[in-house]
């Protein structure tokens, strides 16, 4: 595990993205971004104009914006049978896009500057049914989360303005020992993990939803199902 960031990263892209029609069971999503090619406002509920259709689940103010590494693109290529360009950068609904910087790299709680904006990492995407109906496979939603691929959220901490191309500066790390990778681990491959659940749940940054589901593990000392979120397309 990394303990400290030691490089800016800069961004691949910047993306938004409209509710529209999706699937075909009468959905609707903005899973579908496009990259900008102006800067953009970060408020405190994401980038101006970006939308989500399902407001209790994705976006909100500790789910402001969604990274999500191009250095996994790779691999969904092959998993998928999929030549690269069926898959541009925000096929993975993802406002942010970085190279180098993945589930490894970083913790609960990190602070970045982003243009003049400020952001902090609150939590790992929860992989849904939306994934597999936008790419019509009963599986890459699970399996996502199973390689732990899963991206991550921010929470805005001062709004701002950003840029494609924009730096992304490392700033702080209260919680060293949590980097994201760990923490998909513990929520879907060492569920009974007490004293881990307990720190994670009360780590200084993580988002409220996430602590809310771990507070609720310790107390009822059981895992919540899964299956309506990962497969309820199918």
């Known amino acids: 595990m990394k303990s400290l960031i030691h490089k800016n990263y800069v961004l691949n892209a910047l993306l938004t993205g409209r509710v529209v029609p ?3 069971n009468g959905s609707f999503s903005a899973i579908h971004k496009q990259p900008a090619n102006h800067a953009i406002q ?10 989500q259709a399902d407001r ?13 590494p191009l250095d996994h693109y790779p691999y969904w290529y092959a998993y998928l049978h999929a030549p690269p360009t069926s898959l541009p950068v925000g096929a993975f609904g993802e406002n942010l896009s970085t190279s180098g910087l993945t589930e490894d790299d970083v913790c609960i709680g990190d602070v ?6 400020v952001i902090q990492v609150t939590q790992p995407r929860q992989p849904c049914w939306k994934l597999n109906a936008r790419f019509n496979h009963v599986h890459i939603a699970r399996h996502m ?3 732990g691929m899963t991206g991550w959220y921010y ?3 001062k709004e701002g303005d950003a840029a494609p191309q924009e730096e992304l500066i490392f700033s702080s790390r209260p919680n060293p020992q949590w980097n994201i990778a760990r923490v998909v681990s513990l929520l879907y491959k060492r569920e009974e993990d007490r004293r881990s659940i307990e720190e994670l749940a009360n780590a200084a940054g993580i988002g409220k939803s996430l602590s809310a589901l771990l507070h609720k593990r310790l107390r009822t000392g059981q895992v919540e199902s899964w299956a309506d979120r990962l497969g309820g397309y199918f």
Do not use: C, N, P, W
């Open 112 to 117: 970045f500057k982003l243009g003049s904006s």
């Open 155 to 157: 929470r805005v901490v």
């Open 145 to 147: 989360q199973r390689m």
């Open 42 to 51: 970060v408020t405190f509920t994401g980038l101006a104009g970006d939308a």
């Open 56 to 68: 209790i689940h994705h976006g909100g103010i500790e789910k402001a914006l969604h990274h999500y």
């Open 22 to 24: 999706f699937g075909s």
